[in-house]
């Protein structure tokens, strides 16, 4: 099943929440050093209310950890095939590098979709895209606190961000599998965004630690059905105890997020 209907498969589960897994060992609950036993922890206990996965992919590569990487990939589609895998790991490059980039998320790692940056064009965006099964999921609007810094300028009279949406929107989109980043942080934008990709799903971080607006979010962001976001939490999830009950932290902490976007929606 290709990226696009596993979403929305999950999305009629009565799910939005993307279960970001971002390892930092120094947070583990004490005597825990495996990045692969805590990731299994966390995702058998919140599989059942996920939309999907976000493993962040510098969080293994900077401590040469991609092993564990692989091997949380595998656990999930091993145990939990119907809840998809984002691998985020912001790739954007000239096209034969992309097309190195794509083969990589879903070849050697076997992500589902992949998230990109599409700020050096179309070019670096089609080699992922041409994976018609798998989801490409593009950064439009950041989280970040200086996102506004270039890509709210104007071109032509309208934020880039809203050039990135609209050819996401359609000439990006011939093969129906992409999606877009747009922060929970900028609510706002998200309205905007929203009317020039009426279709795409939209991957929402800054829940959380970040302090993005989820009412905003759930207003502005979703389809009129009140489906269309994959609302990412990671450290507020993870990192919800440091104690022997972490998982069941995990657990609870994404069952709130769940039923806080329900009873918005
Ligand atoms: O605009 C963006 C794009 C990606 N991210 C990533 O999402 C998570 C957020 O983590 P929290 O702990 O829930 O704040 C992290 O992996 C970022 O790299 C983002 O925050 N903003």
């Given at each position: 099943m290709n990226f696009t209907s596993m979403i929305h498969k999950r999305w009629a589960q009565q799910t939005?929440?993307?279960?970001?897994?971002?390892?930092?060992?120094?947070r583990f609950p004490a005597g825990m050093t495996d990045i692969f036993e805590f990731n299994r922890a966390i995702i058998d206990a919140t599989a059942s209310l996920a939309c999907c996965f976000k493993p962040q992919f510098?969080?293994?590569?900077?401590?040469?950890?991609?092993?564990?990487?692989?091997?949380?990939i595998k656990h999930i589609k091993a145990n939990y095939?119907?809840?998809p895998v984002i691998l985020d790991s912001k790739r954007g490059d000239i096209g034969s590098t992309?097309?190195?980039?794509?083969?990589?998320?879903?070849?050697?790692?076997g992500a589902d979709a992949v998230t990109i940056n599409p700020y050096m064009g179309s070019d670096t965006v089609l080699p992922f895209t041409e994976f018609e099964n798998k989801g490409v999921v593009i950064l439009c609007r950041t989280s970040n606190p200086s996102a506004a810094e270039f890509q709210n300028q104007l071109i032509d009279g309208e934020p880039l961000y809203i050039h990135v949406a609209r050819k996401a929107q359609t000439e990006w989109n011939k093969n129906g599998n992409v999606s877009l980043v747009v922060g929970a942080t900028a609510p706002e934008e998200m309205a905007d965004i929203r009317a020039a990709a009426p279709d795409l799903p939209f991957l929402v971080p800054g829940i959380g630690?970040?302090?993005?607006?989820?009412?905003?979010?759930?207003?502005?962001?979703?389809?009129?059905?009140?489906?269309?976001?994959m609302i990412n939490s990671s450290r507020g999830i993870l990192y919800a105890s440091n104690g022997p009950d972490f998982a069941e932290a995990a657990y609870k902490e994404t069952l709130k997020l769940k039923d806080a976007i329900n009873s918005l929606c």
């Open positions: 939005q929440v993307c279960v970001g897994l971002d390892p930092f060992p120094e510098a969080h293994y590569a900077a401590i040469g950890a991609e092993a564990a990487l692989k091997d949380t095939p119907d809840v992309a097309t190195m980039y794509a083969k990589e998320a879903f070849e050697q790692y630690v970040q302090g993005g607006d989820l009412a905003g979010t759930l207003r502005n962001g979703s389809f009129k059905n009140g489906n269309g976001l």
